[in-house]
């Protein structure tokens, strides 16, 4: 398929230009004004046309509890997630096409899926959310969430003797269910990345981060995992290792410019140092940050250090949703109030190309997407600039980022093929999604999770709140 842009407003260096736009096959093969026109003719008049973004880290899965989990910190609200986490493919598949869904509503044509898996069911889980991936048409990169220990030994020790169950996986095995994945759904050019994703350095063993780094460098896929989400976290990596967590990183070299590292919350100087000598990428997740009281991550910091830094919207029980518009501008303006110096503070046109090329950039892939260049993936978006959250007419950009955008994409395109025409899904049905999801579903409120009930003493115990 080819398509030409007609007559769309582009930024420039100099503000924002009225520009042509042609995609062949899966590629942008020029921009000018007033090209000859070539395939379908789509009317970019009033409409702002922009890269497609990286929805960097989620947990799709996560969505059947959304609005749902108890106001908690992240190991006890993770103790009611996997209390009452779904059971069947069929809702994996449900919750990946609603994810790609809400992701491409808000200008996302990528998303990083820290997969959920149903324990026993491991590659089913996988292939629902391919299957959902690719019947939507989103660049989806598959990141089966894997650990060794089991959810007690996040908590720290507080110099008590504890004593956890065994995982429900061995190392070795789990090693094997990555091996596996790469063999049966690695396809890029068909939209289907894996990424070898450890939850995090509280949940898994030296020998299965061993593993993972070796898969990586064997297959030359990117690494992703949670880093220092938490003030918890922060103190069980000096309990398990007496440095911090970005130290042990490094030294089994774990971090590379193929790396990204959801939240960074509790990261000291020496530790952004680490993050911008080694090229690894942060994912910024400030509502889940904010929901489960996790901390404000010093984005500026590492942004004046040289860390390359992306926007995710986190699992949508912990945000909970997935509007990436939503996370851009809280992730944007939240850090106003954490430096005086407003020259250090994100402008929306910088939000824009973290949210576009930092994401990229996280994925090893800057030099194919992330901004509108010939010679790129055709992975962009049409905002429709007469919505009526868009105006009045002032700063584009500037409203996208810093207003309430709703329906405010008329169209998008991934990898050159049209997805989002007019502001309505073009490859699947969503009315018989929406259906599916409200019969897959019963309205609930109050219920009680077994495991936080168990964890929760000692919990507060080590982190000091009263008992």
């Avoid at 409203?399 to 309505?424: C, D």
């Amino acid at each position: 398929m080819s398509y030409t842009i007609q007559g769309a407003l582009m930024a420039s260096d100099l503000g924002y230009e009225t520009v042509d736009l042609q995609i062949v096959s899966d590629r942008i093969t020029a921009m000018a004004p007033s090209l000859s026109p070539i395939g379908t003719i789509i009317n970019g008049q009033n409409k702002l046309l922009l890269p497609g973004f990286v929805n960097a880290h989620t947990h799709s899965p996560e969505m059947w509890q959304r609005g749902l989990i108890s106001p908690l910190p992240l190991e006890l609200w993770l103790a009611e997630l996997y209390d009452f986490i779904p059971l069947e493919p069929e809702q994996i598949y449900l919750s990946a096409l609603h994810t790609a869904v809400e992701t491409l509503l808000s200008g996302g044509t990528s998303v990083v899926d820290h997969l959920i898996l149903i324990p026993g069911r491991e590659e089913e889980s996988i292939a629902a959310a391919v299957r959902a991936y690719q019947e939507i048409g989103i660049r989806a990169f598959i990141a089966p969430l894997i650990q060794d220990e089991s959810l007690p030994a996040s908590i720290p020790s507080g110099g008590t003797e504890q004593q956890h169950d065994p995982y429900l996986r061995s190392t070795a095995t789990t090693l094997d269910l990555l091996q596996d994945t790469v063999e049966k759904f690695h396809r890029p050019e068909a939209g289907i990345s894996v990424v070898i994703a450890p939850t995090g350095v509280q949940l898994c063993s030296d020998a299965l981060l061993a593993g993972c780094i070796e898969l990586s460098d064997r297959h030359q896929l990117c690494l992703h995992m949670h880093l220092l989400e938490t003030h918890a976290q922060q103190r069980l990596a000096q309990e398990k290792y007496g440095c911090s967590a970005v130290t042990y990183l490094k030294q089994i070299g774990f971090l590379g410019s193929r790396t990204s590292l959801a939240h960074c919350v509790w990261l000291d100087e020496s530790d952004i140092a680490i993050l911008a000598e080694t090229q690894s990428t942060v994912v910024h997740n400030p509502l889940s940050n904010l929901r489960l009281g996790s901390g404000i991550a010093p984005i500026l910091k590492y942004r004046q250090a040289g860390v390359n830094v992306s926007f995710g919207c986190d699992g949508a029980a912990s945000n909970d949703s997935q509007d990436l518009l939503e996370a851009i501008k809280i992730g944007s303006t939240l850090h106003n109030v954490t430096d005086t110096d407003y020259r250090h503070w994100i402008s929306p046109r910088e939000a824009i190309a973290m949210a576009a090329l930092g994401g990229a950039q996280g994925l090893n892939l800057a030099d194919e997407m992330g901004t509108l260049t010939v010679g790129k993936k055709a992975d962009l978006v049409l905002y429709d600039l007469t919505n009526l959250s868009l105006l009045p007419r002032t700063d584009p950009i500037g409203l996208l980022v810093l207003g309430r955008p709703t329906r405010a994409v008329h169209s998008a395109w991934v990898n050159g093929k049209q997805v989002i025409t007019e502001g309505k899904v073009a490859t699947i049905d969503t009315d018989q999604l929406r259906q599916a999801l409200f019969t897959h579903s019963h309205w609930q409120s109050q219920r009680a999770s077994q495991t936080v009930q168990t964890l929760e003493r000692h919990y507060r115990e080590v982190m000091g709140l009263s008992v």
